[in-house]
């Protein structure tokens, strides 16, 4: 599976928009970019997933360059109930493997007021 | 997004002891189901991959006896810890894949084997 790389932390005021970065430069044309973000002691919650194109959903947006190497999360909004650990994972699409997610440490996001 | 359940929340045991945890899709069918573990200040690390009405697939260094999984319906998955220990204790969590895309997680399961 591709690896992934993400900054350790990063700080956001409230309001402004958070954008989180990813490395995935060892990507395969069928594997997809997942982020997922845990809030302390909970299970991590489903945010948006892309394989090409640009995607958007009611939480946030997803760009992906277009030699796929790297991706950015956008909160628009950021609140502090975004506060959590971000997660960018690289999921194969197909194979004894499909499915499987591989965590990474993942970017501690700390929203201030 | 799609829900998820784990009983128990948290558990607490006596060392020897066997614990069961279920994990349970409430608002679609799973034909397969993930569980992870996470130690403090850790990520996920992933155990097993269980698929209904078949063996479940464990990672590799994950002792299959010890982490005993069924998945006997489209809509459970267990997860037996057998003979636990202090060294046991963890954040167990389960997700399930909706469609061939995308997995929703439970809320965990807090163990502490005394």
């Known amino acids: 599976d591709a690896k992934t790389t993400q900054p350790t932390s990063m700080d956001c005021a409230e309001g402004r928009a958070a954008n989180l970065p990813c490395n995935h430069s060892?990507?395969?044309?069928?594997?997809?970019v997942y982020w997922y973000r845990q809030i302390h002691s909970q299970g991590p919650q489903y945010i948006i997933h892309?394989?090409?194109n640009n995607e958007t959903n009611e939480m946030a947006s997803l760009i992906i360059t277009e030699d796929r190497k790297s991706s950015t999360l956008i909160l628009p909004h950021a609140t502090l109930r975004d506060t959590a650990v971000y997660y960018c994972?690289?999921?194969?699409?197909?194979?004894?493997?499909?499915?499987?997610?591989?965590f990474g440490r993942g970017t501690q996001l700390t929203v201030w007021p | 997004g799609a829900v998820v359940s784990q009983h128990p929340s948290r558990v607490i045991c006596k060392s020897g002891t066997s614990v069961k945890i279920e994990c349970r899709s409430l608002?679609?069918?799973?034909?397969?189901m993930f569980w992870y573990r996470q130690f403090p200040k850790q990520s996920l690390m992933l155990m097993a991959t269980?698929?209904?009405?078949?063996?479940?697939?464990?990672e590799q260094g994950v002792e299959k006896d010890k982490f005993l999984i069924n998945h006997a319906s489209l809509t459970l998955s267990t997860l037996t810890v057998t003979s636990a220990h202090p060294e046991d204790s963890s954040f167990y969590i389960c997700?399930?894949?909706?469609?061939?895309?995308?997995?929703?997680f439970g809320p965990g399961t807090r163990l502490l084997v005394l």
């Open positions: 997700s399930a894949r909706r469609g061939v895309k995308t997995q929703y």
């Open positions: 060892t990507i395969s044309g069928n594997e997809y």
């Open positions: 892309g394989l090409k």
């Open positions: 994972i690289v999921r194969v699409g197909r194979g004894s493997t499909l499915g499987r997610l591989y």
């Open positions: 608002d679609f069918q799973a034909t397969t």
């Open positions: 269980s698929n209904e009405g078949s063996k479940a697939t464990y």
